[in-house]
């Protein structure tokens, strides 16, 4: 088995399981603060599989959407974070 | 080589898998949070590792260790604003939990931490009497 079937046969699913059981963690989620934590651990495993696809495909030019899903994640988890503090805060 | 590459890209997708069975598992959104900024960062950081040995040229080197690099800045940043922001609404911690340091000591209006409980006790949140 070479490495690029390995990634295609093995660790593609495994991650596509992880993202099933964080997509049932935002859908669940209690509190809002718990969807947005699950919204910025969806985007960081879409990075990996980015990185693994690069692999199986052979071409390293999707790794440029991986640097900008890096800065938007950041950037969505702040300005959320930032108006659910401004929300709570009275007058 | 290959072999080398695949232990590393099985070594990360163990601790991206172990990062989400972690937020369906751990009872609290604080521990939650240090699930997000620290399994999924040392596993993605693990996989782009793998794709640097792979190619094993300058420019694909070059692009994973910016996107390793500002995944890593950026991870306690994001991390301290959202637990900052859930400690503000009013989640509570987990009953079995042993301590809480904040307990008493940010203002529920204003928002400023002090260093010590004050004589304010109607401003202070408070996890344990809610």
């Known amino acids: 088995m070479t490495l690029v079937e390995y990634c295609r046969i093995v660790i593609l699913p495994v991650l596509a399981f992880s993202v099933i059981l964080i997509l049932i963690r ?22 990996g599989i980015i990185g693994v696809y690069t692999i199986t495909s052979g071409s390293s030019t999707l790794l440029d959407t991986g640097m900008i899903l890096a800065l938007i994640a950041f950037l969505s988890t702040v300005a959320l974070s930032y108006y659910l503090e401004r929300r709570s805060k009275k007058k | 080589m290959n072999i080398f590459i695949g232990v590393v890209i099985t070594l990360g997708t163990l601790f991206v898998l172990l990062a989400a069975v972690g937020l369906i598992r751990m009872p609290d959104t604080y521990l939650r949070i240090s699930v997000n900024t620290k399994a999924a960062t040392l596993g993605v950081g693990l996989l782009l590792g793998g794709v640097a ?36 609404i009013g989640n509570k911690l987990w009953d079995q939990s042993k301590m809480d340091d904040l307990r008493g000591k940010y203002q529920r209006n204003s928002h400023v931490l002090k260093s010590e409980i004050d004589d304010t006790p109607e401003d202070n949140v408070d996890h344990t009497k809610m």
């Open chain 1, 26 to 47: 935002f859908f669940k989620g209690p509190s809002i603060a718990d969807r947005i934590v699950a919204l910025d651990l969806l985007i960081t495993t879409g990075i």
């Open chain 2, 53 to 88: 040995f792979y190619f094993y040229d300058l420019s694909t080197t070059s692009r994973t260790f910016v996107i390793v690099l500002f995944l890593f800045l950026t991870a306690p940043v994001g991390a301290h604003l959202i637990g900052r922001a859930s400690y503000f």
